[in-house]
């Protein structure tokens, strides 16, 4: 009996965080808006901006003018393996997840995961959805503990047709987890 | 089953896996949220309202070439320099409107000189006002008003040959402008 409450204990642990994954911290840098893309004079058709991973702004399509006539800074994303207990970081996998968030008179519409890192090296058993897309969802294989995967985000911005003038604010979530 | 039925051992085995389940919540984030800005803008538009005018003027063989200068502000005003001015034909500065977001500064920029529809007579020496800014001649710089308006009024100077008959002069200096 004894022997049976200790297995059934054992067994609900590892079921739950098998399933769900562990969460994992993430950061970007610049921790300041990024990226932007200053002042734009929109025209009658929507328009798409895109950012690669140098920072260089070019206009895919549409009427819209850009006046900041600047690169901009594209964010660096890192994604720290920290679970201390087990090998999950050294055996795992990790699985990270980019979308973009609504927003309303600008959008991002496409990422890009560029120059993927497992603690500064090529990273192994890279799978999914790299880019471009309108979201991203790869794994790689666990870069060890307490290492990052790190990765820059290039990522195209549309901007509505006519929209109202002021600030337009367009978010992204990167959520990562081991398993 | 009831807890005061477990012995010692199981007891801490059942804390060890509390303290794995807590240790594995305390590793958990939430999602980074990151997000870029734009700040959207009205278009810039520019509507050309009106001709850099001299009005009628003429010079003389003996004085050599003359000068005729229309200053834009406070109000048009024309002089000349060895040169005579004549009435019967109206003069001032170019008149442009320019419509684009409330408060925002635009640069205006201009040829260094440009030439009279009427003999092909040298204009330079512009000079620039902003409705909403005043003398903007130095800086270069307007700015789009309350009411999503401004209207730039540029003065000039033709030179005149001598020996040059009574006639009237027109100038078209092109204006192109940009946000600040």
Not at chain 1, 80 to 94: E, L, S
Not at chain 1, 140 to 160: C, D, H, N, Q, S
Not at chain 2, 149 to 163: A, E, F, L, M
Request: proline residues 7%.
């Amino acid at each position: 009996m004894k022997a049976r409450v200790f297995g059934l204990l054992a067994a609900l642990t590892v079921g739950v965080s098998g399933a769900a994954g562990q969460a994992l911290p993430v950061s970007a840098s610049p921790s300041a808006e990024a990226p932007s893309l200053g002042k734009v004079m929109t025209g009658p058709s929507s328009s798409v901006f895109a950012i690669n991973a140098s920072g260089v702004v070019t206009r895919t399509s549409g009427t819209a003018v850009r006046i900041t006539n600047t690169g901009t800074s594209v964010p660096t994303v890192t994604v720290t393996c920290n679970i201390q207990t087990g090998n999950t970081c050294a055996n795992g996998t990790v699985r990270i997840v980019v979308t973009a968030a609504s927003t309303s008179r600008a959008s991002i519409t496409s990422f890009t995961a560029s120059g993927i890192k497992c603690d500064t090296g090529t990273c192994q058993s890279l799978s999914g959805t790299t880019g471009p897309a309108p979201s991203l969802d790869f794994s790689v294989r666990a870069p060890g503990k307490g290492k990052a995967v790190t990765f820059t985000l290039p990522m195209e911005v549309t901007i509505g047709a006519t929209p109202t003038t002021g600030n337009a604010v367009y978010r992204y979530n990167v959520t990562a987890s081991v398993n | 089953m009831t807890r005061a039925h477990l012995s010692p051992a199981l007891r801490a085995g059942a804390l060890v896996l509390a303290a794995a389940l807590v240790s594995t919540s305390a590793a958990s984030a939430p999602p980074k949220q990151g997000s870029g800005r734009l700040t959207v803008v009205l278009p810039l538009t520019v509507t050309y309202v009106g001709d850099l005018a001299f009005g009628r003027l003429h010079t003389d063989a003996g004085h050599g070439t003359g000068t005729v200068t229309v200053k834009p502000w406070p109000i048009p005003a024309r002089t000349a320099v060895n040169a005579h001015l004549g009435n019967g034909a109206p003069f001032g500065p170019a008149l442009t409107t320019v419509r684009g977001e409330p408060g925002r500064l635009y640069r205006v920029i201009l040829p260094t000189g440009v030439k009279t529809e009427q003999g092909g007579l040298s204009v330079g020496a512009f000079t620039i006002w902003s409705d909403v800014r005043g003398d903007v001649t130095a800086s270069g710089v307007g700015q789009i008003g309350p009411d999503g308006k401004d209207t730039i009024r540029v003065g000039g100077t033709v030179t005149v040959p001598p020996k040059t008959k009574v006639q009237t002069f027109n100038a078209e200096p092109a204006i192109t402008v940009s946000y600040e």
